[in-house]
């Protein structure tokens, strides 16, 4: 199954982060009203009927133009090098694929796959039973269960159905497609639902002071479109916004987010045209500095993830120098209902006394009056919202084993109680986004002992956020993050010490 893995990575992973565009990609402008037509948008009609209105993403890789030696080559200056069998494995499957009439595989998602993954696979052919079945084969028991379906093999994420054809697509979703005209494509729309979750996440990165146009500047957007070929040396990305004003805007607003990149800066810099914002790939090099450069600026965001969990856990320290113990992991009421979560019991260590003295501290967190302050978040908690709004969730959550600092049962614990010591123990963590529950819930992230990392590290994910009883956040990366070294850093008086 590690094939399964690389394939993942060397397909979808592309498409969603490595995929190089070339040609120019023809403007477009809607009319009002207008709607695009089937025969006008160049997919097979097998894709075009499991496009539905709750569709935000459609992406395509061209089989029979991929080299996989080739891509793996490009990758491993990105994401590290790729075992040769891998490769090799990887490019048996496409040829099997190719010979199978597989001209194209597409992936298609709504938000739901965009957050938790993973969206729909789709593989026209003439022999669709038998691509079915090899990719059956392939994946083997995983979260996929591949079908023939009207000319092509379907694989469709266990637990859910296939779109009801009588929704109709966004036009922004097809006037994305439309964009695209490479051999590779990827198209996204940004409908107003996908806007705000993407407010929020953003908000929970940057500094305040660029919140609110940051918000101007994503509300305008309408839809985005990558197109080219793979591995990448001619490119173009194309971001559409709803007016020529909004699109200076963008290029300026992301000018001045990536100037801490200092020389790297530069190369994810954007070009106003017309109402779309416009950056254009010329060679392989020129590719592999602009991804480099995205990969600081996603690490400079993720230093604003590490200042929120350093916020959580000074409040904590803050807690036990007044309470002499930490907080319990909740609180309970006499007759064992589980209430509140410790994060709001620290809430006026956090400068949120007002809303904490709103709380009823004797109902639990879904009560009518408390289930209404679960809808104003702490900024420090704030990593991912509910686009329809109500009671927000986060996904700063205390690790509960038997023998960590928030999951040993009786009385919490203090520092004296840590026998490991404060910089060898994890208080909590910035949990999957498929974790995450309403902050004033009692629910935190339980693993298994034996082994944490299978909770903890979801697949694909680069590491994951660690925040320490002595005040410190680590950045875990997957191979540092092994089972072994998971379970050392939870228990609080195992014997062990460890090496960040």
Known sequence: MRSYSTLTAMVLHVLALNLALTQALPSYAQVPGQKIAARDILLPEAVLNLIDAETVVVGWIDLESIEPAAVAQFMSDIEGSIPEEEVERIGAIQQALVQLKVQRMYVLGDVA?????????????????AVALFMESVFG????????????AIGQPKGTALPSAEKEAS?????AIMACTGKH?????????????????????????????ASQILTSLKWI?????????????????????????????????????????????????????????????????KLLAARDLF??????????????????????????????????????????????????????????????????????????????????????????????????????????????????????????????????????????????????LVVDEAAPGKVMMPAGARGIHAAVTDGSVHFLDREKATDAFLRAVLTVDGGETVEW
């Open 141 to 152: 028991d995983s979260v996929y269960r591949f079908s023939q379906v009207n000319g092509a």
């Open 171 to 175: 036009p922004e979703l097809m006037a």
């Open 299 to 444: 690490e400079l965001g993720s230093t604003n993830i590490m200042n929120s969990m350093k916020q959580i856990g000074l409040a904590l320290h803050n807690y036990a120098d007044v309470h002499k113990s930490f907080p319990p992991q909740c609180l309970v009421a006499a007759d064992g209902q589980r209430l509140l979560s410790w994060r709001v019991l620290i809430l006026p260590y956090l400068d949120q006394s007002a809303l904490y003295d709103q709380f009823h501290l004797d109902e639990p967190w879904d009560s009518p009056h408390n289930l209404k302050l679960a809808e104003t978040i702490p900024a420090p908690y704030l990593t991912q919202r509910n686009a329809e709004g109500g009671p927000q969730k986060t996904q700063m959550l205390a690790v509960l084993t038997k023998d960590s600092a928030f999951g040993r049962p009786g009385k919490p614990l203090y520092f004296t109680d840590i026998l490991d010591g404060t910089v060898n123990t994890i208080w909590f963590v910035e949990a999957p986004q498929d974790q995450a529950v309403v902050w004033t819930k009692p629910d935190d």
């Open 185 to 213: 494509g990827l198209a996204v729309a940004t409908p107003p639902y996908v806007t705000i979750t993407a407010k929020t996440l953003f908000k929970s990165r940057q500094d305040v002071a660029q919140i609110a146009k």
């Open 225 to 289: 479109a990558l197109s080219g070929n793979l591995p990448p040396n001619q490119a173009e990305l194309r971001i559409e916004t709803d007016s020529e004003t909004a699109a200076i805007a963008l290029c300026d607003f992301l000018q001045s987010t990536t100037e801490p990149l200092g020389e790297r800066g530069p190369l994810l810099q954007l070009t106003p045209n017309k109402s779309s914002a416009v950056m254009k790939i010329k060679s392989t090099d020129d590719a592999r500095d």
């Open 113 to 129: 796959s965009l957050l938790s993954g993973p969206p729909r696979i789709v593989l026209p052919s003439e022999n669709a039973s």
